[in-house]
């Protein structure tokens, strides 16, 4: 019983990170049709953006947390300024490189100004230690997780149906056009989209870091594969499919995971990955993408 | 005139650009310098096989690397020596420790293997579309190395294979990356390659003449997928040291950036993006060691050549979508220039009567 919540929750943690991330890729491709795959080094930058507090002003921990999320939410504001800006109205593979390009870019600045091993980060001890409910023990980062995946999920929620902002942003998912004609300023509204994948981000990347203890220029890269794969798996630029898929993808890899035998461990990526591939061989817009017509509009 | 007689005519100008570099390079080049032109060869040749699906569909993809290591490894395995493969692959899998052919015949295998795979992959590839098809190419890659790093009986897991016999020199890359040059001219022009670039320019109009957009996918993907693998070949063929991290994201991301930087729509764009960031790359692996230049002693900066090639990326996306030659090729630019030359020469023989008169 014990081994089986100990599983679920684990699941869900996973499961959790990944809908983080996904969210915020569906909600800047919805918006703008940029599939950002610089995603990834809005954490690794969270994590840097850690360690160079924690060796120069901040001794307790806990204020490291809200310094990740906020210097994630601020990366994704400046690459959005920088990169993405020239960009915006390009076909989606033109958005697609550029974002790739970004990504290149960062991993090897950092490679050449700070260093090419991992290097360790200070992570409050409460979070490393286990926590008793209802007599099981349960890990302490995972049941932050989860919770922080409810939280951030409903508030999303709420930002989305009921600000102008949102409406706007779920407005401009369907018809970017008009959004403008109504007297929205574009600029504000993608920007918005940016902070919000960039704050989801930065959550992510606590957790990331807060299991992994240590930050290296390439951490972005595999969570934020997994995240691509979530969102194809759930259907590209549906929120709903985003989380749907994230979530899927993290059990499934927890399933992998614990009933694997130990010869094939290794192999529970590319095992994920070709699941996958034969879910969307069957639909090939995605559990919960819609079969779209050519030059239909919605 | 037929299409394969006006391709060659068209590829004679990169052809013989190409002898050249081979020939002055083997007469008056040193060792090292003849390595730096045969890793171009095996890019350039990766980069056109790149061109074939890119250019063709429009798409991005990230997975071609795999094709590369799948070809390198075929061979590596089917020709390594026995004596050699008892030491390094011991309990290789289907009796494989116990093969050994010889060179015609394992690359002929390996290509053959590369094409079988690439047409499955691309089954799956080719129905999706669009940014799906994209991340699917970078889930490919990601597959393959993991199955090279984990599969240790078969592979040696992230060890390097080595011990391939060096059977290959320049004149083999010279050959595979004309071989390349004309496949790639070849599709481009044909019938299939026209209907392909149409429909990456407008789905719905091309569907609607009755274009089989996911068939020509698949083609493409294939065809690029076998001419990647020889560019899988010249590497182990010659290095006879190939690893799986050879085949990841370094490669990738290099011959991305060559084949944007000259413009990912023409075979001509293919062929400057790579000569332009391969001596660009050699520069920057210098500055990368350290060097000591004009009195100052720079220190070593590790990562400096990917910083660039990103760099390049970016600039070109936002700057100049269409790259160097902007979607065209070296004949399409020849006619341009002749025809403004002639226009120009028009207007100057008919202005000169209007002043007479006046």
Known sequence: MEYFVQQTINALSVGGEYALLALGLAIVFSIMNLVNFAHGELITLGGYAMLFSAAWFVSDPIYLLPICVLAATGAAILFERVAFRPVRNAPETTGLLTAFGVSIVVQNALLIFVATRPKPVPIPDWMQGTIQIAGLHLPMVQVLETSCTVVAATGLILLLTKTNLGLAMRAAAKDFTVVRLMGIKADRVILGAFAVSGFLAGLAAVFILARRGAVDPMMGFSPVLKAFVACVLGGFGSLLGAAVGGLSLGMLEVLLQATLPSEVAGFRDAIVFLLVGAVLIWRPTGLLGKRVELGDKE | ?358
């Open chain 2, 1 to 358: 005139m037929g299409l394969v007689s006006a391709t060659l005519l068209r590829s004679l100008a990169p052809i013989c650009l190409l002898i050249a570099i081979a020939g002055l390079v083997m007469s008056i080049g040193e060792p090292y310098q003849i390595r730096v032109a045969y890793i171009f060869f095996i890019n350039l040749t990766a980069v056109f096989a790149l061109q074939i699906y890119m250019g063709g569909t429009g798409h991005a993809s990230f997975g071609h690397a795999a094709f590369q290591g799948i070809a390198a490894y075929s061979v590596a395995i089917l020709m390594t020596p026995l004596a050699l493969k008892r030491l390094l692959i011991p309990d290789a899998p289907f009796g494989l420790a116990a093969v050994h052919l010889g060179a015609v015949p394992s690359i002929l295998i390996a290509l053959v293997l590369t094409g079988v795979i690439a047409y499955i992959v691309g089954l799956a590839i080719s129905r999706l579309g669009g940014v799906a098809a994209e991340i699917a190419t970078l889930a490919f890659l990601v597959i393959v190395h993991v199955i090279f790093t984990n599969w240790i009986e078969l592979f040696r897991g992230p060890r390097a294979f080595y011990g391939i016999p060096s059977i290959s020199n320049l004149y083999w890359g010279l050959g595979a990356a004309i071989i390349a040059l004309l496949i790639a001219k070849l599709f481009r022009d044909s019938p299939y390659g026209v209907q392909l670039r149409a429909a990456s320019d407008n789905l719905l109009a091309a569907r609607a003449m009755g274009v089989p957009v996911e068939r020509l996918r698949l083609l493409a993907w294939t065809l690029s997928g076998i001419v990647m693998g020889m560019a899988g070949i010249l590497l182990a063929t010659y290095l006879g040291t190939i690893a799986p991290s050879s085949f990841y994201f370094n490669q990738t991301f290099l011959i991305m950036a060559m084949l944007l930087l000259g413009g990912m729509r023409s075979v001509s764009g293919a062929l400057c993006g790579t000569l332009v960031i391969s001596i660009g790359s050699e520069l920057t692996r210098s500055l990368e060691s350290g060097p000591v230049i004009a009195g100052i002693d720079l220190p070593a900066m590790f990562g400096l050549t990917g910083f660039f090639l990103g760099a390049i990326i970016v600039l070109v996306m936002s700057f100049r979508r269409e790259g160097l030659l902007g979607g065209e090729e070296f004949e399409d630019l020849f006619r341009q220039w002749k025809l403004k030359r002639k226009s120009a020469a028009d207007e100057t023989s008919a202005d000169a009567p209007a002043k007479q008169e006046a």
